[in-house]
């Protein structure tokens, strides 16, 4: 259990002074008021220093309709008030407005002076690196990427899926599965699946290293990245503690060639080989299975896809794998 030194702190979302709650951590704290936690607290924290040099809450915030926003996602403790200070759209993965920040339309290239994302490129799928490329693209030069995701001081980044292509989640008696279909068309099931805001919402795809994503950040063109690590009392943030999962921000250099948006990963030798244990982190790392169980999810991967099991070269394909197993 985690507890800061003080009872009172002003929330710097809402700007009400709050009693602390019994647990701090990057998921908790919570405003007595709005509900902020730590992770909202201190993303605006860095968002009020870059904009204004100086600690300021939300509501404080001077409004400039000529700034152009976008968030990934965002939580609407902070998005709500971002919308009505700023040029700013939250979109969204599964529902309008889209994006897909692994796929996006060239059109808005160089358009916005900020884009936030809080813990949503550990989702991503692989390769890693296109999501860090693309919001390079979408930012002006100098524009900010305000950015959180799970990390670690570990050496290696633990990729959970590094060879996934074609997936479908499907659920049995047992519980949820991922089936992946290799570019060789080959297959890979995988239970012992790890998930963020509860089973079947959104699947954890890797736990990032701090070097990695560091790595990452510069090779896909961003300058002056900075970890915001620090305990701020005032705003109730107590994190220093944590050890990871700190606020990153990181501008665009404009003068910068990104790497390129291939489907190899230029970062692979900061990834644990697959499978491989990293202390306590263990119990997030997926099984892959093999037997009647792997069997019956590779057909009801077909049979959703709309895929024939019954053509020899199906058929050859998912024996190969499970005699290999």
């Known amino acids: 259990m985690h507890q800061p030194g003080y009872e009172q702190f002003t929330c ?7 009693s602390v709650s019994q647990d701090f951590y990057r998921e908790g704290g919570a405003c007595s008021h709005c509900g902020s936690n ?8 860095a968002l009020s220093d870059h904009l204004y040099g100086k600690p300021l809450a939300l509501t404080d915030f001077i409004a400039n309709k000529d700034f152009k926003a976008m968030g990934l996602s965002d939580a609407k403790h902070y998005a709500v008030k971002l919308a009505e200070l700023f040029d700013y759209t939250n979109f969204f993965y599964h529902t309008e407005p889209f994006l897909d920040i692994c796929n996006i339309d060239n059109s808005a290239n160089n358009y916005y002076d900020l884009l936030v994302s809080s813990d949503v490129y550990e989702h991503v799928p692989p390769p890693r690196h296109i999501a860090f490329i693309n919001s390079w693209h979408l930012l002006k030069p100098d524009g ?5 995701v799970p990390y670690t001081s570990l050496p290696k980044t633990i990729e959970h899926y590094p060879t996934l292509y074609q997936y479908k989640i499907v659920s049995d008696e047992k519980g949820k599965l991922l089936v992946n279909r290799l570019r060789d068309l080959s297959f890979e099931v995988y239970d012992n699946l790890t998930w963020h805001g509860g089973e079947g919402s959104t699947l954890e795809m890797r736990i990032f290293c701090e070097s990695d994503l560091l790595k990452i950040l510069i090779d896909a063109g961003f300058k002056d990245v900075k970890i915001w690590n620090e305990d701020i009392p005032e705003f109730g943030i107590f994190q220093a ?6 606020v990153i921000t990181a ?3 404009g003068n910068a060639i990104p790497a390129p948006l291939t489907q190899h990963d230029p970062h692979l030798t900061n990834i644990y080989p697959q499978g491989e244990t990293a202390g306590h982190f263990s119990k997030h ?7 009647k169980r792997a ?4 057909a009801k991967w077909a049979e959703e896809e709309g895929i ?3 053509k020899p070269s199906f058929f050859s394909k998912v024996l190969n794998y499970l005699k290999g197993r």
């Open 12 to 18: 710097n979302l809402c700007g009400s002074i709050s």
């Open 295 to 298: 069997e019956r999810a590779i």
């Open 241 to 246: 503690h944590q050890g990871g999962g700190f």
């Open 285 to 291: 790392i997926p099984n892959r299975i093999s037997g």
């Open 144 to 148: 900010v990427l305000l950015l959180t």
């Open 38 to 45: 730590v992770r909202f607290r201190a993303l605006m924290y």
């Open 251 to 253: 501008k665009k250099n």
């Open 308 to 310: 024939t099991i019954n």
